[in-house]
């Protein structure tokens, strides 16, 4: 596994300049064995197809770039090769549709390599799309994330693969992640950080590659997870450099203009509603009315050199009213930029804890202003954008543009007469009596229905009645009277060695399986590449 950290650096030192936003290609395993799939098969579903309807939405550069899947019961299967996420909904759904289908009930005696064989085998195929695809070019994507979403304890797994991996060729390999999936969290807190075992000391090297996690069988627990894939994961360089006033600090990180610099990562909040077809009235997009992401965001994603935001003061946290806030809120963290070495890291954070700490206890907020990256000789300086820092009670600090004097708008506003009308107060404060009372407002208990809407978009009228066609003449399998013949891409990849098990009934003709396993089916319209094993 130590093969699989040198692979990590040499991904990261070649990608520094792709896109903020660019997500490695991401391997998803699926390691679930009978009775379990039974519990976890609906909710699965219904995370990956709510999931992948925003990814595959999502306007502007695309933020996943390859995924595929394969599942592991009796042996390791294929389920869909490398595909581009973005506009290929339509088969990720029939993926997922094929995962609905899958035998839920029953037993099997699943064998230990098999996991292993699912790394190797879609490793194997990451390398022969890679060999496809390159054209001269560099391709913005060098190394693979592998995700394991396991039944089993997710330790004995961690185990299994360090021992099986250990002298194998890990060079692309990114990240290698364990996801066990529990009914009881709480009974697996020990289960949140890698593995370190004091008795074996391959292990316990080996286990400080790998990271095992662990997320509840429910819906919303697995979209939280799968949108992580979204959020901008690069440690290439840091996103933000916050300037403060150099007599607030120690000489210690200061800048050559003799300021303190906290070098910051930036994360969203959330997703623009902007980004996504349909959504609101379809006109009005009151975040951004370019309808992307805001300023901030965009110039820290675009630019190869550092984005700085320049403290010019400090605010009463009384002292903002709301209505001059606009676009999207961002999150500041301290920087995990891996080119940093671990001294500037820690006093980093150390410092970055220190202001929230001080914000906090002095109730106050930052004024903060944008600064140009450096500007030509004939090049005028742009419209600057001001910005207010918000602390938190943890290790972040939001960032919000504030409007300035050349944006106001007159608006006379009548102060609040202090006794309304007793008749009036008494209707208002019964209307407020039935109302459910809330302490805190919880998003994720509060729904729109974009998922659906999002999903409709990619079915066209003429499709569905294609579909309805289809669906009154089903092609029948040439093995079996009665049997719906699945259409599922296979991999090109020479097949690893499996032990089939017994009463395997196989999915697709041995003709057509031969014929099928020679192309790459890439992205809609389909795409054939011959294969090299």
Known sequence: MAAAHQGRAIGKRSSIAVQMNQQPPRLLILHIALPSWAGICSNLCEALQNFFSLACSLMGPSRMSLFSLYMVQNQHECILPFVQVKGNFVRLQACISELRTLPREGCFHPQSISVQLAVEDGLQQFKQYSRHMATGAALPYTSLEIIILTSQPGKEVVKQLEKGLKDKDLLRVRRLQVVEVTEDVLEH????????????DEISVLGTDIDLQTIDNDVVSME?????????????QEHIHLLLPSQCFSNISRGKDNSMCLK???????????LFPGTADGSSRMDDPKGDVSTLYQMASQSSSHYKLRVIKALKSSGLCESLTYGLPFILRPTSCWQLDWDEL????????????????REWLLLAKGE????????????????????????????KAVATRELMLPSPFPLLPEDPPRDSLKIMESVMDSLELEPTYNPLQVWSHLYSHLSRTFVKPQERLCNAGE??????????????????????????????????VPKMPEASRTSSEDFFLLSEPEEEYPSQP
């Open 372 to 399: 140009p990256k450096g500007l030509g000789h004939r090049q005028r300086a742009p419209a600057s954008t001001f910005y207010v820092i918000v602390p938190s009670r943890s290790l972040t600090l939001l960032v």
């Open 264 to 274: 910051c990562d930036l994360q969203e909040r959330f997703l623009s509603p902007s």
């Open 471 to 504: 669906g009154r003449g089903p092609r029948k399998h040439p093995n079996k009277a009665g049997q719906l013949q699945t259409n599922r891409v296979r991999a090109t990849v020479v097949p690893l060695p499996v032990t089939p098990a017994p009463g395997r």
């Open 346 to 361: 820690e006093i980093n954070q150390q410092h970055f804890h220190a202001l929230c700490h001080s914000l906090l206890r």
């Open 224 to 236: 939280i997870f799968f949108k992580a894939w979204l959020h901008n994961s690069g440690t290439d």
């Open 189 to 200: 807190t020990d289960s949140s950080s890698p593995i370190d075992d004091p008795g074996n």
